[in-house]
């Protein structure tokens, strides 16, 4: 399996890691993961800086990746209708808490598409590309890159139910969480992305599934780890673990 996806993608396979490839997490926690994982993927390629809880677009040129291209799009249109004279910067926790929603432009449908119900939707199309469903599309960009995740219509006790995606290959979604655990049961340090994917995990909750294998000792490791998460990734983490909170408070 390629190592080196995306962290957004890596994260939504750890939380569909599960027998049956449903999610592990309820919609709203892993919004708030996908949504915090698309802003780290712009953080790492200077398209967009953060600083005392405000996000700053950076003017780099556009990403090629869909996903990354379409959230910029809407940063770009939010800049639009700041006040003139006001702070230029876009609050993060607004922008982790409009992710984690449902709506077309919202995390889950910038990777998996948009799923209406008893009907599949793989996504708008917009001339010859997709826009949104990045972990489904991937196979019809590239025959190397075959899709991460595949439809699946959900059944109920009165017959069909809504759509969903799972895994394409339920093996693959636990990957990314083995890696972290056999480098923390080795010793050995994380580097920055398995240590933001593993800081997502436990602010979202899904550490209770994904790290379960590690010992009192190496999770006192990880936490010791991740004092040397990038500064930014770590306030980007924290305004991530307010939102959760809150959403945890309202219910």
């Keep these: ?37 698309l802003l780290a993927e712009l953080l790492w390629v200077d398209h967009i800086r953060l600083s005392d809880g405000l996000l700053f677009l950076t003017g780099a040129p556009w990403p090629a990746d869909d996903a990354l291209f379409e959230l910029l799009v809407l940063m770009y249109e939010e800049e639009q209708l700041l006040p003139r004279h006001g702070p230029a910067g876009q609050k993060v926790i607004d922008w982790i808490s409009f992710l984690a929603g449902d709506g077309p432009d919202r995390a889950r449908s910038l ?14 199309e917009i001339g010859s590309s997709y826009a949104g469903g990045r972990i489904i599309h991937r196979g ?11 439809p699946h219509q959900r059944r109920s006790l009165l017959g069909r139910g809504a759509w969903v995606h799972v895994p394409a290959h339920i093996n693959d979604a636990g990957w990314p969480s083995a890696r ?58 924290d ?9 945890v408070m309202t219910g």
């Design 239 to 247: 305004h991530a673990g307010s939102v959760m909170s809150k959403q």
């Design 140 to 150: 019809r960009l590239s025959r190397r890159n075959p899709p991460l995740a595949i």
């Design 180 to 237: 972290i655990t056999t480098t923390l049961q080795r010793g050995e340090p994380l580097d920055a992305h398995h240590l933001t994917l593993a800081a997502l995990y436990i602010v979202t909750g899904l550490d209770r599934d994904t790290l379960n294998p590690l010992t009192s000792g190496e999770r006192a490791m990880l936490q010791d780890q991740l004092i040397y998460l990038p500064a930014v990734l770590g306030e980007l983490i």
């Design 111 to 124: 990777l998996e598409g948009t799923l209406q119900g008893g009907r599949y939707a793989p996504g708008r």
């Design 1 to 37: 399996m390629d190592t080196s996806l995306p962290l957004a993608d890596e994260f939504w396979l750890s939380a569909h890691n599960r027998p049956d490839g449903y999610s592990l997490l309820k919609d709203r926690a892993l919004g708030i993961g996908l949504g915090t994982a």
